[in-house]
């Protein structure tokens, strides 16, 4: 089979190319640019996975005030496990 139609299909671009220009492709900004974009999010889900497992650790019949503290004592642990802060839109 000539190596010129064969075709080599890229996950994290979700495209086809040509097996033949796999190597450059891998180099390109476009393909460096996706690869990040799922790794943040991957990271920002585990972020938001471990944010609702503290929020919802003995929540009990808590107030309103009782939960706004809870969320700042959240939101140090979360930067301290994840080394940053993350604006989630809710």
Do not use: A
Not at 37 to 48: Q, T
Not at 51 to 68: A, K, P, T
Request: overall charge positive; proline content about 1%; hydrophobic content about 30%.
């Amino acid at each position: 089979m000539d190596t010129e139609k064969q075709q080599w299909f890229c996950d994290i671009c979700e495209k086809k190319y040509s097996l033949k220009r796999k190597d450059k492709h891998l180099l390109t900004q476009v393909h460096k640019k996706n690869k990040k974009r799922l790794e943040h999010e991957e990271e920002l889900e585990d972020y938001e996975i471990r944010r609702d497992v503290l929020m919802m650790e003995n929540i009990g019949d808590m107030d309103f005030s009782g939960f706004l503290k809870k969320r700042v004592l959240v939101d140090k642990q979360l930067k301290k496990e994840f080394g940053r802060n993350y604006k989630v839109p809710e």
